[in-house]
């Protein structure tokens, strides 16, 4: 790659545009950037319903989602359940009470991915997919092969 600092400056970019893109779902709803995330995880990713898989997949810490998901259970827009073969392990749940919120989530990612791909055609969006499915295809196979003894 010709130049490591554009991507990556490019990158931070987009996370930057993203946060502030939800900031306004934040403000709207009285929440902390953390609470947010998570209503946006567990309707985004019903199948991983647990702290550990927030904490895992979106590289938050412990604390913040601990906190999170307290405050979150305190507003009652999730609820916390015990899993049915083993009662240690806590899943988490949207109440009714989250729908609003998760109307502005969408409104406001569609917003982001709009202001993101702005001005592609439908070849380049595909052409963008293929790349993208390559390039995460390649990463996870250096993960495995760095986890092999």
Not at 40 to 49: E, M, T, Y
Not at 67 to 81: C, D, H, P, S
Not at 110 to 125: C, I, K, P, R, Y
Request: aromatic fraction near 6%.
């Amino acid at each position: 790659m010709k130049n490591c600092t554009e991507f990556w400056l490019g990158l931070r970019g987009m996370i930057k545009l993203y946060e502030k893109t939800m900031k306004t779902v934040c403000t709207a709803h009285a929440l902390t950037m953390v609470e947010t995330d998570i209503i946006a995880f567990l309707k985004n990713n019903p199948q991983k319903d647990t702290a550990a898989d927030i904490v895992e997949l979106r590289m938050l810490s412990k604390g913040a989602v601990s906190k999170g998901v307290e405050a979150l259970i305190q507003k009652e827009l999730i609820r916390r359940y015990p899993d049915t073969e083993d009662r240690r392990r806590l899943h988490l749940q949207l109440t009714d009470r989250s729908e609003l919120i998760l109307t502005d989530i969408e409104r406001a990612q569609t917003e982001f991915w709009n202001t993101v791909f702005e001005g592609f055609s439908e070849e380049e969006l595909e052409i963008h997919e293929r790349l993208k499915t390559h390039i995460f295809e390649n990463v996870r196979n250096a993960e495995e092969r760095r986890m092999r003894p």
